[in-house]
């Protein structure tokens, strides 16, 4: 089956650390997009890529960094500089930016930080 | 800049019955995409609907209408014959056409189908 699908669905990490969160897609979609959930709150942009070997900040990019070396992956790392690094992460893909399509979504990692 | 806002933090529905969840936004694009998604207990957001800024008629999907008033910068969810499986967090999302596919969220609306 395609889809989207992120690992683990439960992260913990003690502070200072850098942590990566996996996301992977069989759907041979272009774009990829990292967001994150805050209770009470949207979902906030944290980096995209359109093609591979190239990437984007969103808005609140400080504190995480990406990387695209295959269409598949685009793993987040949160780094020990994010201020605020607990919260619901959730990667997205579509078909083609510039293009509206549907952003599919995986079913998110929950990061916690003590 | 694009904001959404949906002004109703929680809303309540009996089994069967229609419910209207609200959605403003504010652009000065003319040319942009509305949704909204859904994300269940489980977290996983699914796409219920979308709408073409430049179309006039509203989408449906089955249960799932929209009323979309462009001048007034309205995009409304209309949920019919609500189901138990309904209750959800409800984002309204908005995308600039032509952009990156960024889409800007609202803080979301939780509905509670009840029995």
């Known amino acids: 089956d395609g889809g989207i699908t992120q690992s683990p669905k439960y992260l913990f990490r003690k502070e200072g650390q850098n942590v990566t969160l996996s996301c992977e897609q069989n759907l041979n979609h272009d774009a990829m997009y990292w967001y994150r959930q805050d209770p009470g709150q949207g979902l906030r942009l944290i980096y995209y890529s359109q093609i591979v070997n190239d990437f984007q900040k969103g808005d609140i990019a400080e504190g995480y960094s990406v990387s695209r070396e295959k269409k598949e992956s685009f793993p987040l790392t949160v780094t020990s500089a994010q201020k605020n690094p607990t919260a619901f992460y959730l990667c997205?893909?579509?078909?083609?930016?510039?293009?509206?399509?549907?952003?599919?979504f995986g079913p998110g990692t929950r990061l916690t930080v003590t | 800049a694009q904001t959404v806002t949906q002004s109703q933090p929680e809303m309540s529905v009996q089994e069967a019955e229609t419910v209207t969840l609200s959605c403003t936004y504010d652009?000065?694009?003319?040319?942009?995409?509305l949704f909204w998604y859904k994300q269940p207990p489980s977290r996983q957001m699914i796409l219920v609907i979308r709408q073409e800024a430049y179309k006039q008629q509203n989408a449906t999907e089955n249960r799932f209408s929209v009323n979309f008033q462009k001048a007034a910068k309205s995009f409304s969810l209309k949920i019919s014959d609500s189901q138990l499986g309904d209750t959800a967090m409800y984002f309204c999302?908005?995308?600039?056409?032509?952009?990156?596919?960024?889409?800007?969220f609202g803080k979301g609306t939780k509905l509670s189908v009840k029995p």
């Open positions: 999302a908005f995308m600039i056409g032509g952009s990156q596919g960024n889409l800007i």
């Open positions: 652009t000065s694009e003319s040319n942009y995409y």
């Open positions: 997205a893909s579509s078909w083609r930016p510039g293009l509206v399509y549907e952003q599919y």
